[in-house]
Nanobody, 120 residues
Framework: QVQLVESGGGLVQAGGSLRLSCVAS?????MAWFRQAPGKEREFVAG???????RYVDSVKGRFSISRDNGKNMMFLQMITLKAEDTAVYYC?????????????????WGQGTQVTVSS
């Protein structure tokens, strides 16, 4: 079972930046970041394929950037111009197969999550 561990969350003012990291215990093909705000369903934020192809939800385009370092089994999410509505627990997710997907059910591995709080 692949283990995923996130880090980098915290409290930041609106307009600020944060960088999330996720380290996997072994190679994982497609990876993604999801987030879940209180009282809401977990939603797709950004995903990246093994070869580096990316996909974003419209609400973060131009503000968030996903990347990965395959040699270190790591994935990152650079977030700028943060808004109060970005407040959520952010989860790292991985798939056994190739191809970025935007639904929770398509992912085989999950981290425990890291809290991101944006104060307005």
């Amino acid at each position: 079972q692949v283990q995923l561990v996130e880090s980098g969350g915290g409290l930041v003012q609106a307009g600020g930046s944060l960088r999330l990291s996720c380290v996997a215990s072994e190679r994982t093909y497609a990876m993604a970041w999801f987030r879940q705000a209180p009282g809401k369903e977990r939603e797709f934020v950004a995903g990246i394929s093994w070869s580096g192809g990316t996909r974003y939800v419209d609400s973060v385009k131009g503000r968030f950037s996903i990347s990965r370092d395959n040699g270190k089994n790591m994935m990152f999410l650079q977030m700028i111009t943060l808004k109060a509505e970005d407040t959520a627990v952010y989860y790292c997710a991985g798939r056994r197969t190739v191809g970025v997907r935007a639904t929770v059910a398509e992912y085989d591995y999950w981290g425990q999550g890291t809290q991101v709080t944006v104060s307005s």
